[in-house]
């Protein structure tokens, strides 16, 4: 068994069982590892869209596949599997085509999001890395990190009560951050400067939702990180002999593996299963948390070999890592918890009448 053949979620139909094997075939003909190389981040985004997946999940009305919410799941899962930062900025591009697809002025820009030509970074107004002042009409500021696997991206603010703030790439000026994992995801501060009529306040456009679904996609990135962590340290230590027998003879080392397998299967059932606001969040916090402690144990489980980059357990601790920093588990809870006594959780800079 390779590590790709392995399921621990829910009973997968025939359709989502041909899904994972066609996208497992993919990741396997194309390198695992990612750099920020533009060209090759823009060529695995089309093959993924020319496939049928990249918005796979979003409605048939706005041009998308109609998959179920376990079939889209199971989309995010696998690339994250194989490069997580292109599963979180296909989760970004979902959320983005489900706020702004039913909107006539976007038609191309949602055109675009399905072929994989345009992209939309997707980020809670709430988040600690935006730090937005609007005065007169104009919004300025800096949106301190975005991960959407895209140099030039618009940029897409979720608000409270129903409302979000759309943002052409004119109006942000792209500062490239440096970090230690998340190959191809071209991570970006944002400085924002926007003029009345630069922008788009955006009404009635079902922000709650949209937030659920950016949160369990990351959730479902998480526990691919997580699964592959889990089966390659297994393959590992069935491959590997310490006093003439494969490591997965000493029930210390079939205890951690059963921990890490443990892990990875908790963060599918969370990202597959979560239902409301504080389900969510919670199944992403798990989710992120138990990627990063199943790929610690991968990477221990390797020991020494597993500091190597060529057996891919120390990117999986690095990637783990930085999803957990673009997506903010910490932040959302706040938020969330806000929202539970009754507080506002977006900062007023983003409302429409906070001039």
């Known amino acids: 068994m390779t590590p790709s053949d392995t399921w621990r979620g829910p009973a997968l139909d025939r359709d989502q ?5 066609m996208l497992d075939a993919f990741a396997a003909a194309h390198d695992p590892v990612l750099t920020d190389a533009p060209e090759q981040i823009a060529g695995l985004v089309s093959e993924l869209a020319a496939l049928g997946v990249w918005t796979l999940g979003t409605v048939e009305e706005s041009g998308g596949g ?7 799941a199971l989309v995010f899962e696998r690339l994250g599997r194989a490069w997580p930062a292109l599963g979180w900025a296909a989760a970004q591009a979902h959320t983005a085509v489900d706020v702004l697809g039913a909107d006539e002025r976007f038609a191309e820009l949602v055109t675009g999001l399905h072929a994989g030509t345009a992209a939309v970074a997707v980020v809670d107004a709430a988040a600690a890395q935006v730090r937005l002042t609007r005065e007169d009409g104009a919004l300025r500021g800096i949106v301190a990190r975005v991960d959407v696997a895209a140099e030039r991206p618009h ?18 000026t792209p500062d490239p951050l440096r970090r230690t994992g998340f190959g191809g995801a071209l991570t970006r501060a944002l400085e924002v400067d926007a ?11 079902g922000t709650a939702a949209a937030r659920r679904r950016l949160r369990l996609g990351a959730a479902a990135v998480a526990a691919g990180i997580a699964g592959a962590a889990a089966d390659a340290a297994a393959e590992y230590a069935a ?16 205890g951690a593996l059963l921990d890490q397998a443990a892990r990875a299967a908790v963060g599918t059932a969370a990202a597959f299963g979560a239902e409301d606001e504080v389900a969510v969040v919670a199944a992403l916090r798990e989710a992120c948390e138990g990627a990063i402690d199943a790929a610690a144990s991968a990477l221990q489980a390797h020991g020494g070999y597993g500091y190597l980059t060529e057996y891919g357990a120390e990117r999986r601790l690095r990637d783990a ?3 957990r920093a673009a997506t903010d588990p910490g932040g959302a809870a706040t938020a969330v918890a806000r929202a539970l006594t009754g507080l506002p959780s977006t900062p007023t800079a983003i409302r429409k009448d906070a001039s």
Do not use: M, N
Request: hydrophobic share 40%.
């Open 321 to 323: 890592i930085s999803l």
């Open 66 to 72: 109609g998959a179920d919410r376990a079939t889209t």
């Open 239 to 254: 491959g590997r002999e310490q006093f003439g027998a494969a490591l997965t003879a000493l029930p210390t080392v079939r």
């Open 195 to 205: 003029r009345p009529g630069e922008y788009h306040d955006l009404d009635c456009v």
């Open 155 to 172: 940029l897409l603010l979720l608000g409270d009560t129903d409302h979000a703030v759309l943002l052409p790439p004119a109006a942000l």
């Open 17 to 21: 069982r041909d899904l994972r094997e």
